[in-house]
């Protein structure tokens, strides 16, 4: 009985040990894709810099006609600057200008998200509504942001209120369309399964539906905010804010200090980058990892 008891505590530390084996393969997986990655992001950041140093060194040696194209080293020491509140532009440094960016977006963006949500998940279940609800969503799709302008300055005039107009009504097409898109494709047979399961509506969308939809769900939010954010600099240059980004790009170039303009454009580019590339790819990876297509 000792032997045996022997063997099975030799066995359990062997699995366990095997365990462990696993979890520090797993973990040292991931630190190698995670390092590969940031290579490749920093190995396409150096060399999008180095486009730039060229155009900037042919520009101002072989075109330049009065005003000089700013090089990477005049735009990140003038952005430095910036960040250091000891540049200002219009009496504002580029926090505060940044700060009122982003409230704008993410109220734009926050109204896009809850009706495309909410009509994407009507027009998604229903297979009478979807084709005729589809068309309105499309021809709002097929409309630019900025071509907006007339519309939002006759319904709000100038100001904040129509740069969030802007944003939202550019969010909220493709956040419809993929909501709609991603109920659809659930297989009929998940479907009958929630239903013979004694699941209500509720548990149906939240159990089946929605995890089912979820990676077209995230595309459709990355869209979204993607579209939101570039559409925001833009309508800040036409819709009369006095502050922010774009305002601030506007301001710069008009007054010839396209360096500080290209500064500007650097935290635009930041900002954009950290959205994308943190807060929804780690969320398209989650949602990846929960439909069991990623370790």
Not at 109 to 125: K, N
Request: aromatic share 12%.
């Amino acid at each position: 009985m000792k032997f045996f008891s022997t063997m099975d505590e030799e066995i359990i530390r062997k699995i366990e040990e095997s365990d462990d084996a696993e979890v520090v393969d797993v973990n040292v997986h991931r630190e190698r894709k995670f390092a590969v990655k940031l290579m490749i992001f920093i190995i396409g950041v150096l060399f999008t810099i180095l486009i730039w140093y060229i155009v900037a060194w042919w520009y101002n040696t072989y075109k330049m006609w009065g005003i000089g194209f700013p090089d990477p080293y005049v735009v990140f020491s003038r952005f430095f600057e910036l960040a250091s509140d000891s540049f200002l532009i219009m009496n504002n440094n580029i926090w505060i200008h940044t700060i009122d960016s982003l409230k704008r977006w993410f109220m734009g963006f926050g109204i896009a998200f809850v009706i495309g949500v909410v009509l994407g998940i009507i027009l998604g279940s229903s297979p009478k509504l979807y084709p005729f609800g589809m068309v309105p969503v499309s021809i709002i799709q097929m409309i630019p942001g900025l071509a907006w302008f007339p519309v939002t300055i006759l319904l709000f005039g100038f100001g904040n209120i129509s740069a969030v107009y802007i944003i939202a009504i550019t969010v909220l097409a493709p956040i419809t369309i993929n909501v709609a898109n991603g109920l659809r494709r659930v297989p009929e047979v998940n479907k009958r399964v929630a239903d013979m399961c004694g699941r209500n509506a509720v548990e149906k969308y939240t159990e089946v539906m929605i995890p089912f939809s979820l990676l077209d769900i995230l595309a459709g939010l990355r869209i979204g905010m993607a579209n939101g954010w570039r559409v925001l600099i833009s309508a800040e240059m036409v819709v009369g804010v006095s502050v922010g980004l774009g305002y601030s790009i506007k301001y710069t170039s008009a007054n010839i200090d396209y360096v500080t303009a290209f500064a500007c454009i650097i935290m635009i580019c930041i900002i954009g980058l950290i959205i994308d590339k943190i807060i929804l790819a780690n969320l398209e990876q989650y949602g990846r990892k929960r439909l069991g297509l990623e370790e």
